[in-house]
């Protein structure tokens, strides 16, 4: 019996097994696909928050060899050069999502995540003591968690009985790699449709196409006929289209979980919120749930902190991903050139280009400006960490590399010796350093320095001190739960 399963094995899954495995805590993956391969490219890559917390975890340097580094933040149709956000990522990572998938499946292999592939969870039942799993082949697993990160359709979302609000789809889109035997246009289309564009992928010969559809389609698996269908009504000529890897139809339709946790049930993911692809956010955000529930989740299980500790997952994500949604809806809103609607884009794109504005704005799209409400006190708290360039007694370290193991820091840049952890050291490590740099977060600017930090797992700053160790035993004891002898 694994301590959590996970259903689904997307990037969320991934992520969330491998925070659940570096806290020592047993993780099953139970994936409906039987082979780790993702057919079709689905999403082209991921923005600087994301790439900050695979860096915390070690491994964005296997994503960053392998993808594009490119200034392709977007609100609507406005790019948003985020290049002078204080990270050392300033810039979005262009790799599709099979790609990502891949690099994922390999770091949870190497993490000793059993993966059961080839099964679909179909329902459970939960008591006091745990969960029972029950597989749509009539099999049952047991936990003492169940994480539903199967997806948009989620079947554990459904079998919680977990509402989901939200607005249906006004537009819908087919995706697709097929070949074609005629010339086709360079870049992308918008009009009184919406958005499209046919894109030759790297092997020279297939193409990747994206077409709005003049009706809304239905939620079937889309055909090559319907592919071929959408883009005559667009381009009068459908290329010649033949040999499909993949067609897919996604919408505009976008909904909430109403809660993320249901007793021992958690969602996390595609099957927590569902959006429009505009802006790209959707990988960030399910990774940014997986390192928000991870940490909490294994301390948990394995005793350290009450269970209300779960309740903080909800109370941090849902409105994360709230705002998240709200934008998702405005940009796609603006991917079709009615003349109203283009009137409201190029307003929006004015507005851009004024300094704040624009920091605002992709200060959400990049990931690198979420704030968990953890009351008031100095900017840094709830906020992400930076990954300054520190000195320590055994020589110079980047603050990143404290979280590779997934262990929260209580990081002294005062005199050393001048803090103590006490009975917690077993749970947060005590790191005496000296930073003499600056201070400056995204959106906000230059912050005055703390003396001390409490780092969470997930990278966001739980307590600052200055000069006393006011209110540090609360924080610890909130967040890494009562104080052990
Ligand atoms: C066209 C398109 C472009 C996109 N572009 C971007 C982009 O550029 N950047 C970005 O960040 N996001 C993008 N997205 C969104 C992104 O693809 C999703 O948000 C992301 O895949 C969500 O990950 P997930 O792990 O939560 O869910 P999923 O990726 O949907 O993974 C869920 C997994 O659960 C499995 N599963 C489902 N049901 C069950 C079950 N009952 N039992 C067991 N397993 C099950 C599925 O097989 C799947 O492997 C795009 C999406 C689309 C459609």
């Known amino acids: 019996m694994a301590d959590v399963i996970i259903a689904g094995g997307g990037p969320t899954g991934m992520m969330l097994a491998a925070e659940l495995t570096l806290a020592g805590v047993e993780a099953a993956i139970v994936e409906r696909r039987r082979t780790p391969e993702l057919v079709g490219s689905r999403a082209g890559g991921f923005h600087s928050r994301t790439i900050e917390i695979l860096d915390q975890r070690g491994i964005a340097d296997r994503f960053l060899a392998e993808g594009q580094r490119v200034q392709a933040a977007f609100f609507g149709n406005t790019k948003l050069d985020v290049s ?20 994922l499946a390999g770091w ?51 079998a919680a009985d977990i509402d989901f609000p939200g607005w ?5 889109n087919l995706i697709a790699e097929v070949e074609v035997t005629e010339e086709t246009p360079a870049g992308v289309r918008i009009d009184e449709v919406g958005i499209h564009g046919l894109h030759l ?3 020279g010969r297939t ?58 049930v958690l969602l996390a993911g595609d099957a927590a919120h569902i959006h429009a692809p505009s802006g790209g956010q959707g990988i960030g955000l399910g990774i940014q749930d997986a390192v928000n529930l991870g940490w909490k989740l294994a301390q948990v299980v394995k005793g350290l902190t009450p269970d209300s500790l779960l309740d903080t997952y909800h109370a941090e994500r849902h ?123 995204p959106v906000i600017g230059p912050v005055s320095a703390p003396e001390a930090v409490l780092i969470r797992t997930d990278g966001h700053v739980a307590w600052t001190g200055g000069g006393t160790q006011s209110g540090l035993r609360e924080a610890l004891t909130t967040w890494f739960g009562p104080a052990r002898p």
């Open 108 to 158: 949870i292999e190497e993490l000793g995540v059993p993966v059961h592939r080839g099964l679909e969870v179909a329902g459970f039942a939960q008591d006091h003591s745990g969960v029972e799993v029950q597989l749509a082949d009539g099999g049952r697993m047991h936990a003492q968690y169940l994480v539903g990160a199967d997806g948009g359709r989620s079947a554990v979302r459904k």
């Open 319 to 441: 409105p994360a991903g709230a705002r998240a949604l709200k934008h998702t809806m405005a940009q796609s809103l603006m991917q079709r050139a009615d003349p109203r609607i283009g009137a409201l884009a190029d307003t929006v794109a004015d507005l851009l280009t004024i300094e704040q504005a624009r920091k605002q704005v992709a200060g959400l799209i990049s990931g690198l400006d979420v704030r968990y409400d953890l009351g008031d006190g100095h900017p840094l708290l709830g906020r992400r960490m930076p990954d300054l360039d520190l000195v320590t007694v055994n020589g110079p370290l980047r603050v990143f590399t404290l979280l590779h193991d997934a262990r929260a820091v209580l990081l002294n840049l005062a005199a050393p010796g001048s803090i103590d952890v006490g009975p917690w050291a077993g749970r947060v490590q005590l790191v005496d350093a000296a930073y003499d740099g600056g201070w400056e977060l």
């Open 201 to 203: 992928m790297e092997d």
């Open 207 to 264: 193409m990747r196409v994206i077409v709005t559809e003049r009706q809304l389609g239905p939620a079937t698996e889309p055909t090559l006929a319907e592919l071929g269908k959408a883009l005559t009504e667009i381009y009068d000529t459908d290329f010649g289209i033949h040999s499909p890897k993949w067609i897919s139809r996604f919408t505009d339709a976008t909904r909430q979980a109403a809660t993320y946790r249901s007793g021992r």
């Open 84 to 103: 002078d956000f204080p990270t050392r990522h300033p810039y979005t990572l262009g790799l599709w999502q099979n790609h990502i998938e891949r690099i």
């Open 168 to 172: 249906d789809a006004t537009r819908s």
